[in-house]
């Protein structure tokens, strides 16, 4: 029982309203981001090993609600981003080079969903071939809560993502 009541207020001190809008505290601002930050890393970690496309739906919520809107359309519910990945890992031999990314914005909305814009570059051997790509996408805290502390970014999964590519690099 003390537990609980311990939790509520963490809870209260955590958030607060201003203008009917929830503010996070700034530690919790922080977690949040460092948590999808990791979330990113480990992403990138799988494409830059040599992981297809497919590798990385796990980081993605399995859902019909998923919606994932690339140049070619907008793909809706995860067996659509499902077989867009597959089609993609198909038609290519070998990863197209090293992915980074470059966040420009992540704003936590609440304590279990975030916004992030950014640029992912893919520089491949063959620099005619690499490319960049901006982003935005909203992360939603759908895991395992009572994942530890040092696994939480898994928790946070891609609901909404908008892809579209830049440029061609020269």
């Known amino acids: ?4 009541y311990l939790a509520l207020i963490i809870m209260f001190f ?3 309203k201003v203008n009917g809008q929830t503010v996070l505290s700034p530690k919790v601002e922080k977690e949040i981001r460092q948590e999808i930050i990791q979330n990113m890393d480990e992403e990138l970690k799988i494409l830059n090993s ?31 981003l499902k077989s867009f990945q597959t089609s993609m890992a198909s038609e290519r031999k070998s990863p197209p080079g090293k992915y980074s990314y470059h966040l420009i914005r992540l704003e936590p909305m609440s304590e279990s969903s975030a916004f992030a814009v950014g ?4 520089t ?14 909203i992360f ?9 502390k040092k696994d939480r970014w898994k928790s946070w999964l891609i609901t909404s993502e908008t892809i579209s590519i830049d440029r061609k690099s020269k």
């Open 1 to 4: 029982m003390k537990f609980q």
């Open 14 to 16: 955590s958030l607060e």
């Open 50 to 80: 040599g992981g297809s496309p497919e590798a990385i739906l796990p980081f993605f919520w399995q859902s019909d609600s998923l919606t994932f809107c690339v140049p070619q359309g907008v793909l809706v519910g995860f067996n659509d």
């Open 119 to 122: 640029q992912i570059n893919v």
């Open 124 to 137: 491949a051997s063959d620099p005619s071939k690499s490319f960049s790509y901006h982003f935005s996408c």
């Open 140 to 148: 939603e805290k759908k895991g395992d809560p009572k994942l530890p």
